[in-house]
């Protein structure tokens, strides 16, 4: 039917976990990732020797949230090319293990660190060990922030992603229809130009379902709502006139599952009238 406009396609949050509790220099920063790149260098670590499970664990008995925190971004950032298996993926995860059992009585600092975690493993295409974090981080939200947090909303938007692409479309509608609920709540207005990127999002998980009427009710929603922003806007620039084009276009697609032809083309020869403009 063509390309869908849609909202949290993955996630893709980037999430700055933690607070130093002390003070460390940079020295001692920059050694702690020279030790483990060259740990990590050395290749396959199956069949470990007690001195590399010694400095594995000479780490992960660290009670220093700041300095694993620290090693572990560097770890991810710098190690990206390094051709070492599993080994990055399998040292990350234990460094968040640890981190999490850290902040055992800080749920807030646990949920952020769970939600970097789930990113890593949505990155290695784990979708299962992707979900049971961002599950689990929607959970610790829930008890440290009042329930329209937008916290809260992003975690929604993350499981309702992963459900989607685990073919759980019913799941995925359930929690997107929430976090956008919740982020009106949040806002106090609808008039937001994320308030309609969640309501394409959700028509199109209707579409993907069959649901055309509904798909094409969340549709108009957002086209709406973008046409509003569009008419009060002082800068045009203040919103997305693609998002309006890919609007017009999500409608005309399921006008046409509708059997609306007439609507269908009105609505996507208006989104390529658009385009055109923008390409201009």
Not at 77 to 101: A, F, H, K, P
Not at 109 to 134: C, I, K, Y
Request: proline residues 2%; aromatic residues 8%; glycine residues 6%.
């Amino acid at each position: 039917p063509g390309r869908i406009t849609q909202w949290y396609t993955s996630p893709s949050q980037h999430v700055k976990i933690g607070e130093p509790i002390l003070e460390l220099d940079n020295e001692t920063l920059l050694q702690d990732v020279q030790n483990w790149k060259s740990y990590l260098q050395q290749g396959d670590h199956q069949d470990s020797s007690s001195n590399d499970n010694n400095f594995v664990n000479s780490y992960l008995e660290l009670d220093d949230i700041f300095r694993l925190q620290h090693l572990l971004q560097a770890i991810r950032e710098e190690t990206g090319t390094m051709q070492t298996g599993n080994i990055v993926l399998s040292t990350c995860i234990q460094l968040y293990q640890r981190i999490v059992e850290l902040q055992e009585f800080d749920p807030g600092a646990q949920s952020q660190t769970r939600t970097e975690w789930g990113v890593m493993l949505h990155q290695h295409q784990d979708l299962h060990g992707a979900l049971q974090q961002f599950l689990l981080a929607l959970q610790e939200r829930q008890e440290a922030y009042p329930s329209h947090h937008p916290h809260i909303v992003a975690s929604h938007f993350h499981v309702g992603a992963i459900y989607r692409q685990l073919g759980n479309l019913q799941q995925a509608l359930e929690h997107i229809q929430t976090a956008l609920t919740l982020q009106i709540q949040d806002l106090g207005h609808s008039h937001h130009p994320r308030i309609a990127a969640g309501y394409n999002t959700i028509g199109t998980i209707h579409l993907q379902m069959r649901n055309y009427h509904d798909a094409k009710t969340n549709y108009e929603m957002a086209l709406n709502i973008l046409k509003e922003l569009q008419a009060s806007s002082s800068n045009h620039k203040e919103f997305d006139d693609d998002d309006v084009a890919g609007t017009h276009h999500n409608l005309g697609v399921s006008f046409k599952y509708l059997q609306d032809f007439d609507s269908a083309k009105q609505h996507l020869q208006a989104a390529l009238t658009i385009r055109k403009r923008l390409q201009q």
